[in-house]
């Protein structure tokens, strides 16, 4: 991921508590008009903007972002969604800004996107893009010897 911010003068650092976005309750109500201000700034990347529009609530316009997205892009951000990013998780981000009171630009991003599976939005998202990308079947499959295998038969 990579975000380039053009302004006139440098971005100013974000006030973020990170610590008390520990608590689900304060993240729930905090994350959400941290990710609308963070939008505004213009976020150029498609996988960011699906995850802060996510986190600020916007399904619909997340939606509208991952349908433009070619088939690996979607999977690799469906991955991310389902928290199986290797680059971090939210766990992950509040330990690496933990006691940050106030964080640049491009790390709260950072802190914002992480926070996206954590979003009721995130599992809708992917069950919504996945029946309009692929076709899935569950089919038994049986042996010579009798038995039967399970298999997941996956076709876009």
């Known amino acids: 991921m990579c975000w380039v911010l053009l302004a006139a003068t440098p971005p100013k650092d974000v006030p973020v508590d990170v610590a008390a976005l520990a608590q689900p309750t304060n993240a729930a109500r905090l994350m959400p008009p941290l990710a609308r201000a963070l939008l505004a700034t213009g976020i150029p990347d498609p996988q960011t903007r699906v995850e802060l529009e996510l ?36 766990s992950d981000a509040l ?29 809708q998202l992917i069950e919504r893009d996945q029946r309009r990308r692929f076709a899935v079947q569950h089919v038994g499959i049986r042996t010579s010897d009798g038995v039967t295998l399970a298999a997941v038969v996956v076709r876009s």
């Open 95 to 123: 330990e690496r800004f933990k006691g940050s009171t106030s964080l640049s630009v491009n790390d709260a991003i950072r802190l914002v996107a992480a926070y996206a599976p954590e979003t009721a939005g995130a599992p």
């Open 55 to 90: 986190v600020a609530g916007d399904a619909g316009a997340a939606d509208a972002v991952i349908r433009r997205l070619n088939v690996f892009e979607a999977v690799d951000l469906e991955n991310v969604l389902n928290n199986k990013d290797p680059f971090g998780s939210w």
